[in-house]
């Protein structure tokens, strides 16, 4: 009997397998499509393998600024997607590899629990001492919508064989603006349409104001207070504060968020809560005890790093050793053109300071002086940061380790920092904070 059977190979389902193998335990992983889930084949890696390429073509433009003449850019959109596919292609073998070496058990099917202890794959009866669901989350597409060669979610944008000319994106969240800076700096004419106020709302106003703006410059059209309608043929029915509007592109992506991927009849059928996701509690356990659940199908926040912390957790669980899941501190990154990142506490009404990296030497010498660090403290500690800049998503770390660890901006700023670095732009911003008092 195996210690955990899991259904689902994406970041919580692997991860959970590649630690209970480390603690001495056995499991098989049961995965319906390939290897790696969402985050692997069609979320996190092929987009930043393609972020990547968006963030070449654009410095490239910039080149004459460093005394560099180029005289042509052209984008091979078919090389630049074949080199995606490699990328994926290796992470992909990457994780099965890491299921082999902890010696974890791979079966290709679709997984149904029967009980308590069971699943059945490929018409056959798996036992297991713990069952851990980690079936991911799937696109949200408005009902009514089809999906075909014009309406897209990300799925089949990430197979698209050609470059389009324009492209309609409906939402004006961090899926939805991460494609619309790559699509932009590829050549693509670029319209989002967000029903809220501004663009990544979830987010620091003045990060929204600054991203706005950097995407304005590079010509994408952003219509906030609009309300997608209908797709009507080729068109794209929109009502704004102006009445409605008809749109016209190429191409229409669906980024609105996405929603856990459930199984309802089957969680009914083993009397297991849900709402939105999948509830747990703090061992990541359901109201069935042996039933575990982690990743984007529990009500959490749907990133892989929260995944892979809650699959740690279920693991230790699972092998007799208490952990409970601590969330905190959870940081955010967005690989927009520029980066955005986050953690912590981001109230208005706390005190915070903001350090512009145009007065940061590594930024300007890179030519990326535009964004800021803004931090947020309280009664001398740093409580929430918040960053749109060069390379933003590696600077996230350190404040993340400082509010964790409840570390006072005095220590902060008595770390020694190398020079010149981008992180000197968060040590600036927490002089500036203990300066205030």
């Avoid at 080199?83 to 299921?99: A, E």
């Avoid at 902890?102 to 099917?109: D, L, Q, S, T, Y």
């Avoid at 008809?246 to 849900?274: M, P, T």
């Amino acid at each position: 009997m195996y210690d955990a059977i899991i259904i689902g190979s994406g970041p919580g389902g692997y991860y959970c397998a590649e630690k209970i193998a480390e603690l001495g335990g056995k499991s098989v992983v049961i995965e319906e499509d390939k290897i790696g889930g969402t985050c692997t084949n069609i979320g996190c890696i092929p987009t930043k393998a393609m972020h990547a390429s968006a963030h070449l073509v654009s410095d490239i433009g910039e080149a004459s600024r460093f005394g560099i003449t180029v005289s042509s850019l052209k984008v091979d959109f078919k090389k630049l997607m074949e080199r995606k596919d490699r990328i994926v292609s290796m992470m992909s073998r990457g994780v099965q590899k890491i299921l082999v070496d902890g010696k974890v058990e791979i079966i290709a099917g679709t997984g149904k629990i029967k009980d308590k202890n069971t699943v059945i794959v490929n018409d056959k009866e798996i036992k297991g001492k713990n069952i851990v669901i980690a079936t991911g989350a799937k696109p949200i597409v408005f009902p009514g919508v089809e999906i075909n060669n014009f309406v897209m979610t990300s799925k089949e944008l990430l197979s698209l064989e050609k470059l389009p000319k324009s492209l309609i994106i409906i939402g004006g969240g961090y899926i939805g603006c991460e494609f619309a800076s790559i699509f932009a700096a590829l050549g693509t004419k670029v319209t989002i349409v967000e029903l809220m106020d501004r663009i990544v709302s979830i987010e620091d106003e003045d990060i929204s104001t600054e991203l706005t703006n950097t995407m304005t410059r590079a010509g994408i059209e952003i219509l906030t207070n609009t309300k997608f309608e209908k797709v009507s043929g080729k068109k794209v029915m929109v009502t704004g504060s102006d009445g409605e509007k008809e749109l016209s592109a190429d191409k229409v992506l669906f980024a609105v968020g996405v929603k856990s991927n459930l199984d309802i009849e089957e969680l009914d059928a083993i009397k297991i809560k849900y709402d939105k996701g999948i509830k747990v509690n703090d061992k990541m356990q359901t109201n069935v005890s042996s039933i575990y659940a982690v990743g984007d199908v529990t009500e959490g926040i749907k990133l892989a790093h929260y995944a892979y912390a809650q699959a740690e957790v279920a693991a230790h669980n699972i092998m007799g050793k208490k952990m409970v899941f601590d969330q905190t501190v959870v940081p955010s990154c967005i690989f927009t053109l520029p980066e955005i990142a986050s953690v912590g506490v981001r109230n208005s009404k706390m005190k915070s300071v903001s350090f512009p990296f145009a007065a940061n030497g590594k930024a300007r010498s890179m030519n990326k002086p535009r964004g800021f660090v803004k931090i947020y403290y309280e009664k001398g500690y740093l409580k929430g940061f918040a960053a749109i800049g060069p390379h933003v998503s590696d600077m996230v770390s350190e404040a993340t380790l400082a509010i964790k660890n409840n570390l006072k901006l005095e220590d902060i700023k008595n770390t020694i920092h190398p020079h010149p670095t981008l992180p000197e732009a968060f040590l600036d911003a927490v002089k500036m904070a203990l300066k205030n008092k």
